[in-house]
Nanobody, 121 residues
Framework: QVQLVESGGGLVQPGGSLRLSCAAS????????MGWYRQAPGKQRELVAT???????NYTDSVKGRFTISRDNAKNTVYLQMDSLKPEDTAIYYC???????????????WGQGTQVTVSS
C-alpha cells in the first residue's frame, strides 16, 4: 500500500510564504516524477510544478519566480516553497507521484489527499 501525505498548508496574508511537504511511503524503490497540483473552487485541477528524480523542474507560468519545488529522493519527499503569495493562489494543493516503483509493484499515478492553502488578509 502506497500513500502520499501532505503537510504545511494554512492561512497566510498576501505577500507571505508557506512551505508544503509531501512524503511518500510504501516500500518505494524510486519515483520518476513528483509534483504539485492545485484546484481552486469552481475550477479544474491544474499543474503547479513538477520535478524529476534527476532534478529537472517545470513550473506553470503563474508561479514562476515565486514558487520553488525540490525533493529529497532518499526520503521520497517533495517540497513546495511558496513565496510572494497572492489571493489567486488560494486552492487545495495536491501532491502527485508519477511512475512509482515499489516492492509491491508499479504505480502509474498516486495522489495525496490535498492540503488547503488560503491567501487572504
Amino acid at each position: 500500500q502506497v500513500q502520499l501525505v501532505e503537510s504545511g498548508g494554512g492561512l497566510v496574508q498576501p505577500g507571505g510564504s508557506l512551505r508544503l511537504s509531501c512524503a511518500a511511503s510504501g516500500s518505494i524503490f524510486s519515483i520518476v516524477v513528483m509534483g504539485w497540483y492545485r484546484q481552486a473552487p469552481g475550477k479544474q485541477r491544474e499543474l503547479v510544478a513538477t520535478i524529476t528524480s534527476a532534478g529537472t523542474t517545470n513550473y506553470t507560468d503563474s508561479v514562476k519566480g515565486r514558487f520553488t519545488i525540490s525533493r529529497d529522493n532518499a526520503k521520497n519527499t517533495v517540497y513546495l516553497q511558496m513565496d510572494s503569495l497572492k489571493p489567486e493562489d488560494t486552492a487545495i494543493y495536491y501532491c502527485n507521484a508519477e511512475r512509482m516503483y515499489t516492492r509491491g509493484g508499479f504505480y502509474r499515478n498516486v495522489w495525496g489527499q490535498g492540503t488547503q492553502v488560503t491567501v487572504s488578509s
